[in-house]
């Protein structure tokens, strides 16, 4: 590969950390031909019961093992159905092979399926006895499947009487059966009631190995193995929404490999399985399912709208709903960033004015309070104090699903997480590329000599241990050595930890950048918004620290579990939020969408629901948890309160004697392993917090903005660097400290801005362009200008000490808005809003493509946006406050307020046509260069719907 830092030798990196950070940095540098390392400290058990390296972070599967059915099965006690991803329960499926206990042979003579009798059959009953009292003694629940084997040639005895050649596959077949049935009558008795099940042999197929590794010398067998249920738990469901650009980009890079290790043909996005519908149910109400797709015509659209008048919205709810969306979609990158990451999503709605404390409108009750409810639930923000850009992105590509058919909406996949994704993923990274995955750690950041140097530690996979010194084997050494060296190291764990380890950077009084910003990020509380400083201490709890301290601290607890059962239970084809639940809830069925259905005979269940607990702060209002929040609870009182809260949205009110929905209650549990409860066995924390964007809070993330490598007309220039340890690219993105180290993850500036694994995938993206920009620029002088010792960070590569930072701006023009690109754009811009652009490259490869959502949305507003940034850049209003297109429908919902009307008033009423004539005339002056149209559209089919769905409801 060329522009490596010494000529002739490929490039080095270290990656801590195997998330989706991680996992992508890797991925992306080594298609590109650098020798890449990703060193994990998290081990975790897979679907065999043998431990691995974890892979994926909180996105992997947690794999637990079902615990022995007791008397009274799902009727009996909820601490009975818990399960855990323990070692003593999910390495008894190793274990046991371990031990030499499974697989167990029968043994049988040419052509008979009579059992043995004799010395062979007391020992196959003995090592049945041994085998059943390890697993009774593990409690687990189990099958032990007896698989029939034959030899076409071997079972065909000598001609004569009661001869049965084998040269017919049903006789073949018919043989194995007979066996595997007589070794089940041998050994019922020691198995005393245990599940069997029979499964025989295709035709030449081999038996397996003895227990001692031997292979057999014949094929006349039966064998008995041991089958677990396995659960396939996870900290939380999967959901790849159609705007996931940056995950769906990798996907399609990561190949399927059919048993022999070749391409199959198919790659990892094709197991993202999109969902057709999506369900509300509140209070026993009728369910709302809604189809992801758009309406086939405007009848369709009414009902949809008529559905929702049924949850108790009035039309002016919905009116002002989409008058506040398409506003939102009108305004520029440059005004979003200066208005509206300050106040939060539902201060937009309200169209609330901080300079005068004004609000444009009123909602119903019902609206608000889902309004203030499903957004954490839905998209995992905060609409009372999350800040309105980062909602209002997501809000428009989520709606962007209501008119566009897209190929992927509400994704799930077609399989556990680890199994249609990570495995496949880490296959390709080692299999094709050569990643290194190393067992070790990063335990801290220090400036030895002026370089940055990595002090980490390796992990003895089979003991756990840490050596250190003499204790190192000369491979160990080598790797610890490796774990120093290399060109570049990349940290790329959670803010937790990441916080952690440049700790003593910050106490040597020399942290820069990301490790300068990282101080108290985590450990400290944010004031309330809008203020803004640097906060109190966190709280000590259980071993670290407390989070989700106030409403608006930015670590909260958002986790999931999952109801296993034996027997079928969808709810629904998709996602359901469960509106009126105290502890925000949402569930998806996913078995229901896998390739490989699960079966009672060989996996122990049938169905599962996977729940996303989104609420630990609400009380509940029923049952043993009667007053408490999820916070205050238990795992068992956790999942018993979540259960009776579905049941109790889904059964219709008052009919508690003869209820119409009575789901089977579930015999398996699991909550994520990421949740730390103390020795009492209640919460107390969650082990990696999850980061909600609170408004005013965007800009203290640490790290500069991201950059988007895309032709742009008009680009950003970077902020300039404060220090001299820190190097940025002329063009801006992020920073690489002391030469060699980067940052990645979620709780970095991206453009997605939610903690999501698509932020966490952009944020690889970005730590992979600052390396290859700085193995251009700094490191290969060859392949690019190197750049000028002592100039300024932002400065052209081979500028002199002293020259201003690159700019693509035209003279004149004014500062940026804050966070985003120059607001004034000429209108060919527009071109580059939906359509696909030349990649731009380095000699050592492709920048990582960049999805700006902000320059994704409906290009048929682009135009509008345009203006907005036009006359940004003067200093003036909003076009649609310059021109009050929403003071009349704000006067009629301020009317309907004040008079107390709640149904059918609001601007959709009988004054609907004038109103409609008045707000094209204001639009079309509005936007004299063209766009008024577009929003035209949408109103009128937005206003008609709205009221044929009031005919309806």
């Not at 994704?421 to 050569?434: F, H, S, V």
């Not at 089979?462 to 940290?491: I, K, M, N």
């Not at 220090?723 to 940052?743: C, E, I, R, S, T």
């Not at 020259?803 to 120059?822: E, I, L, R, T």
């Amino acid at each position: 590969m060329g522009g490596g830092s010494d000529a002739g030798r490929r490039p080095t990196v270290n990656v801590f950390g195997a998330g989706i950070a991680g996992l992508t940095v890797a991925h992306e540098l080594a298609e590109r031909g650098f020798v890449v390392r990703v060193v994990e400290q998290d081990t975790c058990l897979d679907r065999h019961g043998r431990r691995r390296i974890a892979m994926g972070g909180v996105a992997r599967t947690q794999y637990a093992i079902g615990r022995q059915a007791r008397p009274g099965g799902a009727e009996g006690p909820w601490s009975a159905r818990f399960c855990r991803s323990d070692v003593d329960g999910m390495s008894a499926v190793a274990e046991a092979r371990d031990l030499r206990l499974v697989p167990i042979h029968v043994p049988f003579a040419r052509g008979s399926h009579d059992a043995p009798g004799g010395e062979t059959r007391a020992d196959v009953e003995a090592r049945v006895r041994a085998l059943l009292a390890y697993l009774r003694g593990k409690d687990v629940d189990f099958r032990l499947e007896i698989t029939g084997y034959a030899d076409a040639h071997d079972d065909a005895p000598p001609p004569g009487p009661g001869s049965r050649p084998l040269t017919n596959p049903e006789e073949h077949r018919e043989l194995c059966v007979e066996r595997a049935e007589a070794a089940r009558a041998l050994i019922a008795a020691a198995a005393g009631g245990a599940a069997c099940t029979i499964a025989a042999s295709r035709q030449g197929e081999r038996a397996p190995r003895r227990s001692d590794g031997e292979a057999p010398d014949h094929n006349r067998w039966a064998v008995v193995e041991v089958c677990f249920t396995v659960l396939p738990g996870e900290h939380g469901f999967r959901f790849f929404p159609s705007y996931y650009n940056h995950v769906f980009d990798t996907m399609r890079r990561i190949p399927l490999l059919d048993e022999d290790g070749n391409e199959s043909g198919r790659t990892v996005y094709d197991n993202v399985v999109p969902t057709p519908n999506q369900g509300i149910v509140s209070g026993g109400l009728s369910p709302l399912i809604m189809p992801r797709s758009p309406p086939g015509s405007d009848h369709e659209r009414a009902e949809r709208l008529a559905a929702l008048r049924t949850m108790g919205y009035t039309a002016a709810d919905l009116t002002q709903l989409m008058l506040r969306v398409l506003r939102y979609m009108c305004t520029s990158a440059g005004r979003r960033a200066l208005e509206m990451e300050r106040i939060s999503w539902w201060e937009y709605l309200e169209g609330y004015d901080p300079a005068t404390g004004a609000r444009l409108y009123h909602y119903s009750e019902r609206f608000e309070r889902d309004a203030k409810t499903q957004s954490r639930v839905l998209a995992s923000f905060d609409a009372v104090w999350g800040d309105a850009r980062t909602c209002g992105n997501t809000y428009v590509q989520l709606f962007y699903n209501w008119v566009r058919t897209l190929p992927k909406v509400d994704g799930t996949l077609s399989g556990p997480t680890t199994e249609a994704w990570l495995e496949p993923w880490r296959a390709y990274l080692e299999r094709r590329l050569g990643v290194q995955f190393i067992l070790g750690g990063l335990e801290r950041l220090e400036l030895e000599g002026g370089e940055i140097v990595p002090h980490g530690f390796l992990i003895r996979l089979a003991t756990g241990e840490r050596p250190a010194g003499d204790d190192l084997t000369p491979r160990e050494r080598e790797l610890a050595e490796a774990l120093r060296s290399a060109d570049y190291h990349v940290v790329a764990t959670d803010a937790c930890s990441a916080e952690a380890v440049t700790e003593p950077l910050r106490r040597a009084g020399v942290a820069a950048g990301v490790p300068r910003d990282l101080g108290g990020f985590t450990t400290k509380v944010r004031p309330a918004p809008p203020e803004e400083g640097e906060g109190a201490p966190r709280p000590a709890a259980g071993a670290g620290h407390a989070f989700g301290v106030t409403a608006w601290d930015r670590f909260q607890t958002m986790s999931g579990l999952q109801f296993f059962f034996t027997q079928e239970l969808k709810i629904n084809n998709g996602y359901v939020y469960y509106s009126q639940a105290p502890w925000g809830l949402t569930s998806i069925n996913s078995a229901q969408f896998w390739r490989r259905r699960p079966t009672l005979e060989r996996d122990g269940f049938v169905s599962l629901l996977s729940i996303d607990l989104c609420d630990w702060n609400t009380r509940a209002r029923e049952g043993a948890a009667a007053g408490r929040t999820a916070a205050e609870c238990g795992p068992v009182e956790i999942a018993e309160q979540v259960f009776a809260q579905i049941v109790a949205e889904m059964r219709p009110a008052g009919a508690a004697e003869a209820p119409i929905y009575d789901p089977p209650a579930p015999t398996w549990f699991y909550l994520d392993e990421y949740l730390e409860f103390d020795d009492r066995g209640v919460f107390t924390r969650a082990r990696v917090p999850y980061l909600v964007p609170i408004k005013a809070d965007f800009q203290s993330r640490p790290g500069p903005p991201p950059w988007d490598p895309t032709p742009r007309v008009v680009s950003t220039p970077p902020a300039k660097a404060p220090d001299a340890a820190l190097w940025q690219a002329p063009h801006g993105g992020y920073l690489v400290h002391w030469g060699k180290l980067v940052f990645a993850g979620v709780y970095l500036k991206t453009f997605t801005r939610m903690s999501t694994m698509e932020a966490a995938n952009e944020s690889g993206r970005h730590a992979v362009n600052a390396i290859l920009d700085h193995l251009r620029l700094v490191k290969a002088p060859a392949t690019g200008a190197a750049a000028t010792p002592g100039a300024p960070a932002g400065a052209p590569a081979g500028a002199p000490a002293g020259a201003p930072a690159a700019s693509s701006v035209p003279a004149g023009a004014p500062a940026p808005a804050p966070g985003g690109g120059y607001p004034g754009a000429a209108p060919q811009a527009a071109r580059h809003m939906r359509s696909e652009v030349f990649y731009r490259s380095t000699p050592a490869g492709d920048y990582c493509a960049i999805w700006d959502m902000e320059h994704w949305e409906l290009p048929e507003f682009a135009l509008a946006k345009q203006y907005d940034a036009w006359c940004l850049e003067r200093g003036l209003p909003h076009p649609w406050d310059l021109l009050g297109i929403e003071r009349i429908p704000s006067l009629v919902s301020k009317l309907a307020h004040s008079a107390g009307a709640q149904a059918g008033a609001g601007p959709a009423g009988a004054d609907g046509a004038s109103l409609d004539a008045l707000l094209e005339g204001t639009l079309r002056m509005a936007y004299p260069w063209g766009g008024a149209d577009a929003v035209l559209e949408m109103l009128r089919g937005i206003r008609k719907a709205v009221e044929e769905g009031s005919k309806q409801a």
